[in-house]
Structures are given as structure tokens and as C-alpha cells.
């Protein structure tokens, strides 16, 4: 699952043209938390190839986990264009979210600007958004 996260990140932070070093920044954190093998990670920077998601492989909290990480995301180069904000809509409907998720994660970031202060209370708001 790890692999494929970074590619979903690689994909969203390139979505809209320019992948920016705070986004880079944040790929390779994540890597290194997950204990990805960088020479990995390395592969996928280059050529990320095409973006494959299953969810029916993924568990509500690791799509939960797959949400927050591209919320974080699209927030680290600090603008959110119109093909990001598609892209992660676009995640979320794979993910098996109601597309309403992504203004109601976003109307979040705004008013919060530390994300991490109430990871488990923003995670019960969003599986509302799964759909069943």
C-alpha cells in the first residue's frame, strides 16, 4: 500500500504542472515513516508510470489515511489550482468517498491550520463521507 501512495502523491503533486519542493518534501517524509526502501522511492519520482488505486483493497482507515495524506498535499505549496482540486476529487470517488468530502476537508484546513491536533475527530467527520 505504501508504494502506492507515493505514486497517488507523485500524481496529485504533479497534477497541476510543477511538482514544488515542500511536496517533494512531503513524499519523502512520508517514505521514510512508512520505511520504504528510498532507491524506491527514488524509482517512482522519475517515473511515477500510471496511477493505480484498488480500494477494494484498502481498509475505511487506510482510505481515511489515503484522504488526510492528499488533503496535506494539496495544502503543502500553499494554492490549490483547479486541476488538484480535481484530482482529489477525483481520489476521493475511487476511494469510495462522496465527492462532498473534499470542500468539507478543505473548509477543515482552512480554519485549522495544524491538522494533526485532531487527526482522530476529523477522521470520524470524514468516514461519514464513505459511502457504504
Known sequence: MS??????????AGSDGQVSGS????IYKIAMAKGLPMFEVEQLTSNPGE?????DQLSDDEKYEYIYTII?????DGRLDERELTTCTEFAIELGYDE?????LLEIVESDSDLTENKEELKSEIQNYLKS
Open 23 to 26: 511536496e517533494m518534501a512531503l
Open 100 to 104: 462532498a468530502v473534499i470542500p468539507k
Open 3 to 12: 508504494l502506492k501512495l507515493i505514486s497517488t502523491l507523485l500524481h496529485l
Open 72 to 76: 496535506l498535499m494539496s495544502k503543502m
Open 51 to 55: 496511477h493505480q488505486l484498488d480500494p
